[in-house]
């Protein structure tokens, strides 16, 4: 499920993500970073994972195809988890984007949050 959070403001999405991505959730998000890149053009993402466990195919689908087609229009991304593997995620994207990315652990969403809104 994902969950859109009260910190999301001007080109700032913020989201927490649990349990299983589905393509319900894409059919809130899309429109809503679609209308980010048309009024301000670069997205700031704040992605905190709570017990994330990934996404269902179709879900999974349109998340990829919509980072290929705006893998420029993203300033910054905040991942925020508590599994290494969100750790490792967050290293795998770095090469696809020319936005700044950065890993902060579960414990330290603040500084998370604090990062992505300079």
């Not at 994972?49 to 919509?66: H, Q, T, V, Y």
Request: charge should be negative; proline fraction near 3%; hydrophobic fraction near 40%.
């Amino acid at each position: 499920m994902l969950q859109i959070l009260g910190q999301t403001e001007g080109n700032l999405i913020a989201t927490r993500a649990t349990g299983n991505l589905t393509e319900a959730d894409y059919d809130k998000l899309l429109p809503l970073l679609n209308n980010i890149v048309e009024k301000h053009k670069k997205i700031r993402c704040y992605f905190e994972m709570e017990g994330f466990e990934g996404w269902k195919p179709k879900a999974f689908w349109e998340d990829l195809k919509f980072d290929v087609q705006h893998a420029n229009k993203f300033e910054k991304v905040a991942m925020v988890g508590d599994e290494k593997w969100e750790d490792w995620m967050t290293d795998l994207m770095k090469p696809f984007t020319s936005a700044e990315v950065k890993f902060f652990e579960i414990n330290h969403a603040s500084e998370g949050q604090k990062w992505i809104e300079k």
